[in-house]
């Protein structure tokens, strides 16, 4: 399996905030690394593209159905 590549990032979090994300760390058995990965790679996913494709549909629903109460 090939190294992942990573690159080493400085953040600053508010003191609750960073409470949170070691809670959430622990809960799921991670670190608090690889607690704000996950969460990161999650905001990137496929729900984003599921809100805009849902989004998408929706307004062509929605034109169609303006053109037919004309």
Same mark, same amino acid.
């Given at each position: 399996m ?9 953040? +600053? ?5 960073? %409470?949170?994300?070691?809670? /959430? #760390?622990?809960?799921n058995?991670?670190? @608090? ?8 790679? +999650?905001?990137?996913g496929?729900?984003? %593209?599921?809100?805009?494709? /849902? #989004? ?5 629903? @929605? ?8």
């Amino acid at each position: 399996m090939a190294p992942i590549d990573r690159q080493e990032v400085r953040l +600053r979090l508010p003191a609750q905030l960073k %409470k949170l994300a070691k809670i /959430a #760390a622990a809960e799921n058995e991670r670190s @608090l690394n690889e607690e704000i990965v996950a969460r990161l790679e +999650r905001s990137f996913g496929h729900d984003d %593209k599921d809100r805009q494709r /849902a #989004a998408r549909l929706l307004t062509e629903a @929605l034109a169609i159905i303006d053109k037919g109460g004309r």
